[in-house]
């Protein structure tokens, strides 16, 4: 497996309260992507980075803002997490290209 | 922005029959189009991919094929097998990665 690991794996919050996801990756890879999965809707991109300090949005962005100041690690915050928002969310990355995208494992997010 | 669609989102085949699933992009500068398998409660993992200097792509009981003019892909899974029984996803690139709604397969002893 790609050197990529999201932390925490499960977390449970209440809404109002700030959330920070991690995800750090050791294959020193450009591009890092964050998604939602829910049912019926896929894999929905929320934000992604091309590079150091380097974002755009998603599709599905309102509600979530990124930072990217090291190469190995993109987090997403959840400025005021809604019950809308629980959800699994994987962390990818991908070199620049036509290459294979690698995930992580998986945040599961409950906002009670 | 780029948006991929997805078909069927649900596909239920005999154990032995074949099985397509078929996906529409509307950007034109993607280029690489990759699928993914994602068993229940695992992180999807790539299964095959084509590159938009490429028409068709195979790798065993696998295919690709790709049609640029129309803008489609679809991917092919023959003598299909228990074990083939999970949700795929297609994506397209264009800078970003954008992934289709997703099917589940499911394979029928």
């Known amino acids: 497996d790609a050197g990529i690991t999201q932390s925490p794996r499960h977390k449970v919050t209440e809404t109002g309260t700030p959330v920070t996801l991690r995800c750090h990756q050791t294959?020193?890879?450009?591009?890092m992507y964050w998604y939602r999965q829910d049912p019926g809707h896929g894999l929905r991109l929320i934000h992604y980075?091309?590079?150091?300090?380097?974002?755009d949005k998603g599709e599905v962005s309102d509600g979530y803002s990124v930072s990217r100041s090291k190469t190995e690690d993109f987090l997403l915050t959840l400025e005021s997490a809604t019950s809308s928002q629980t959800s699994v969310y994987f962390c990818a990355i991908s070199e620049e290209g036509s290459t294979e995208a690698f995930f992580g494992q998986g945040t599961r997010l409950t906002v009670v | 922005g780029e948006n991929v669609e997805q078909h069927p989102s649900t596909l239920s085949v005999q154990e032995g029959d074949s099985a397509v699933i078929k996906c529409t992009y509307s950007?034109?500068?993607?280029?690489?189009f990759p699928w993914y398998k994602q068993e229940l409660g695992k992180r999807p993992q790539l299964i095959i991919d084509?590159?938009?200097?490429?028409g068709e792509k195979k790798d065993q009981r696998i295919a690709v094929t790709l049609n640029k003019t129309a803008k489609h892909f679809s991917l092919h899974i023959t003598e299909t097998q228990p074990e083939d029984s999970a949700v795929y996803f297609c994506a397209a690139r264009s800078g970003k990665l954008t992934f289709g709604t997703g099917t589940r397969l499911t394979i029928i002893p």
């Open positions: 980075s091309y590079g150091v300090k380097d974002t």
């Open positions: 084509i590159r938009s200097n490429v």
């Open positions: 950007d034109s500068a993607s280029n690489y």
């Open positions: 294959e020193n890879h450009r591009y």
